[in-house]
């Protein structure tokens, strides 16, 4: 439970005495089902219109404690399925949870969805009703839940007929079921749990739909990211599918999963690449971005079989959550109804650009109207491609059909299907969107002729050193961005640098290769209005003070700099050091490391600690703090951010 902090020099008292200490801390992670609607009134919108509502909900179907052989990190999802009702009660002393399938907002039986509140088809425990979908045996179906906070692991769906669940409380519970006995309790749980998973759900499969799991953008159903869904066998040999965004440092730090960019396979539109960068930072960042710990932006969509052995009716759907980085679980349930029909899957039509390549992103869109196209054409008369084809190794975006469609390639193979670019624009192979037809050369399928010198790897420049693009072993991989105004690209240091600092020639020289692994799509350091690291020679300016970014951890809740300044807190030295920016305190800490103490996955380090960690390593560091601006800017000191 969140606390209520009066007394704001208290509770920085308190903070520091963490902080001397190096506490561990917990942070109760919450998750709810949003599409279905679910029978506790979680649907896409609640994570965005109240926090509190949201909050509620996302408690509802949660088992505060799970987890293996007497051991706090033998978690949920070490064994996906196998953390029944039993161990719930039996687990601690004193301490009996209810494992339902449709939750029991941490109560008993009489709590539970669908037990006393919520019995009704479509009802909800909050007194409100849906309409729940329908259907069709056989069809692939959207799912999606919601995390208020992240502790990866996975999830799974089952299906129960509505007849049959109501007939396990009414056959094995009293008509008041808070007077149940412990026998009469545990066999309703077998009975609803046994008519769950004999009906779990398969995967649908890109080879069968356009996307199999991709994580949505708030309530914005075209706003979202394709991802590639990764299972583990669980019970009864079932496959879970892994949460496509991991925890903070799950994978850094040798746990099990992806990291993040590893998962993404392309987005909608450009707004869906920069809300998803701004998340879950950019391709160098594994598993640290601002929101790993807590996406609640971003609802994660799966597509389900209905299985054609079911009988016409009503149904519950029930989602469980399997923990890893906690102890924790949870469940929730919708109700659908179930039809024969010839009907399949449809998905529905975003009138919004096609995707767009998680290797190779867009730089621009096209302004909100066209522009008068020029009087002579300079478009080449295009000549359209026989067969759909890949070059060797190349990931990314192809033009087809006279550049009116594209297609995915993945390391030199083609995946997914054609889509059509929108009316009046063609596939823009340098943005790798639809651009304006009139803004596009189209040359049939291969990508322009741009060089890379033999067996380099790296950025090149182009243009005047006022662009670049990405090569891979001698081959070029697309990607060509500009340098912001005031630069030129530097081969030497790989960015965007001042452009006084820059000898650009007709043929740059090559630099030494260094790696035969793929770059990232963007520079490690990615350029902005102005470089982001200060290149050699800068302006004379004073450094930016900036607030940290990574929140304190407060007895488990996570305080930002703004909780921070409406806590009117500034007074307070604590406060001072990691909000120097907001508390007006930047000329004595705008370039020291914050003293609070910080909230990394669920757990308080020091910027010493940090430091301790890699003090036999100091090039790893400074590279950490090159790829997490949020680090950077937490432990200013420690990765010398005054420094030129």
């Known amino acids: 439970m969140r606390r209520t902090i009066t007394n704001a020099n208290t509770r920085f008292l308190e903070l520091q005495l963490i902080f001397i200490s190096i506490v561990t801390v917990s942070i109760n992670g919450h998750g709810l089902l949003t599409y279905p609607p679910s029978k506790n009134g979680g649907n896409l919108s609640i994570p965005f219109e109240s926090s509190t509502n949201h909050f509620a909900i996302?408690?509802?179907?949660?088992?505060?404690?799970?987890?293996?052989?007497?051991?706090?990190?033998?978690?949920?999802?070490?064994?996906?399925?196998?953390?029944?009702?039993?161990?719930?009660?039996?687990?601690?002393?004193g301490y009996s949870q209810t494992l339902h399938p449709c939750g029991c907002n941490a109560g008993g039986i009489e709590n539970c969805a669908g037990v006393i509140d919520a019995t009704g088809f479509g009802e909800t425990t909050r007194g409100t009703t849906v309409a729940p979908p329908t259907w069709a045996k056989g069809s692939h179906q959207e799912t999606a839940w919601n995390a208020w906070v992240n502790h990866a692991g996975g999830h799974i769906y089952m299906m129960c007929k509505k007849t049959d669940f109501d007939s396990c409380r009414d056959t094995e519970l009293p008509a008041n079921p808070a007077l149940a006995t412990q026998d009469e309790k545990d066999s309703y749980l077998d009975c609803v749990w046994t008519c769950f998973e004999s009906h779990t759900l398969e995967w649908a499969s890109t080879d069968d739909d356009l996307w199999a799991q991709k994580v949505q953008f708030q309530n914005e159903n075209c706003t979202y990211v394709t991802m590639t869904p990764e299972?583990?066998?669980?019970?009864?040999?079932?496959?879970?599918?892994?949460?496509?965004i991991p925890d903070s440092l799950q994978v850094t730090n040798g746990g099990e999963g992806k990291c993040t960019w590893d998962s993404a396979v392309s987005f909608s539109n450009v707004k869906a690449r920069e809300e998803f960068i701004a998340s879950f930072g950019d391709e160098d960042v594994c598993d640290y971005g601002i929101d790993h710990h807590a996406p609640s932006d971003w609802h994660v969509f799966d597509k389900v079989v209905v299985p054609a052995d079911l009988d016409d009716g009503e149904y519950l759907l029930s989602w469980r959550w399997d923990a890893y980085m906690a102890d924790q679980m949870w469940t929730g349930c919708a109700d659908v109804t179930v039809v024969s029909s010839e009907e399949t899957y449809n998905d529905d039509e975003c009138p919004t650009q096609p995707p767009i390549s998680s290797s190779a992103a867009p730089t621009s869109t096209p302004d909100s109207s066209p522009v008068t196209?020029?009087?002579?054409?300079?478009?080449?008369?295009?000549?359209?491609?026989?067969?759909?084809?890949?070059?060797?190794?190349?990931?990314?975006?192809?033009?087809?059909?006279?550049?009116?469609?594209?297609?995915?390639?993945?390391?030199?193979?083609?995946?997914?299907?054609?889509?059509?670019?929108?009316?009046?624009?063609?596939?823009d192979v340098d943005l790798q969107i639809c651009n304006w037809d009139y803004l596009v050369i189209c040359e049939g399928n291969l990508p322009p002729p741009f060089d890379c010198p033999s067996g380099y790897t790296g950025l090149f420049s182009h243009d005047d050193c006022t662009k670049y693009y990405h090569c891979f072993d001698g081959d070029f991989l697309?990607?060509?961005?500009?340098?912001?105004?005031?630069?030129?690209?530097?081969?030497?240091?790989?960015?965007?640098?001042?452009?006084?600092?820059?000898?650009?020639?007709?043929?740059?020289?090559?630099?030494?290769?260094?790696?035969?692994?793929?770059?990232?799509?963007?520079?490690?350091?990615?350029?902005?209005?102005?470089?982001?690291?200060?290149?050699?020679?800068?302006?004379?300016?004073?450094?930016?003070?900036?607030?940290?970014?990574?929140?304190?951890?407060?007895?488990?809740?996570?305080?930002?700099?703004?909780?921070?300044?409406?806590?009117?807190?500034?007074?307070?030295?604590?406060?001072?050091?990691?909000?120097?920016?907001?508390?007006?305190?930047?000329?004595?800490?705008?370039?020291?490391?914050?003293?609070?103490?910080?909230?990394?996955?669920?757990?308080?380090?020091?910027?010493?600690?940090?430091?301790?960690?890699f003090k036999n390593d100091p090039l790893l560091l400074e590279r950490k703090c090159d790829q997490f601006p949020e680090f950077a800017a937490s432990c200013r000191d420690t990765c010398k951010i005054c420094e030129d």
């Open 231 to 244: 299972t583990k066998v669980g019970k009864d040999g079932h496959l879970w599918r892994y949460t496509p």
């Open 373 to 427: 196209p020029p009087s002579s054409p300079t478009s080449p008369t295009p000549t359209p491609p026989s067969i759909m084809t890949c070059p060797s190794d190349y990931t990314g975006l192809q033009p087809y059909n006279e550049c009116t469609q594209f297609y995915h390639c993945v390391g030199g193979q083609i995946t997914g299907n054609l889509i059509d670019c929108p009316a009046e624009t063609l596939f």
């Open 58 to 93: 996302a408690s509802y179907g949660i088992i505060d404690k799970a987890f293996f052989n007497n051991d706090h990190s033998e978690t949920p999802w070490k064994q996906p399925g196998n953390f029944s009702h039993e161990l719930a009660r039996d687990l601690i002393s």
């Open 478 to 613: 697309g990607g060509v961005s500009d340098c912001p105004d005031g630069t030129l690209f530097n081969v030497d240091v790989q960015y965007c640098d001042w452009d006084y600092n820059v000898i650009c020639e007709t043929s740059p020289p090559m630099p030494t290769p260094t790696s035969s692994v793929a770059p990232t799509h963007t520079p490690s350091v990615s350029p902005t209005s102005s470089p982001t690291l200060s290149p050699t020679s800068s302006p004379a300016a004073s450094p930016i003070c900036e607030d940290a970014r990574i929140p304190i951890n407060y007895l488990g809740i996570e305080l930002s700099c703004a909780s921070i300044i409406i806590l009117d807190a500034c007074d307070v030295e604590v406060a001072q050091s990691h909000c120097p920016n907001s508390c007006n305190a930047c000329p004595q800490y705008g370039c020291e490391d914050t003293i609070a103490p910080l909230s990394i996955m669920g757990r308080t380090y020091s910027c010493e600690d940090i430091q301790n960690r």
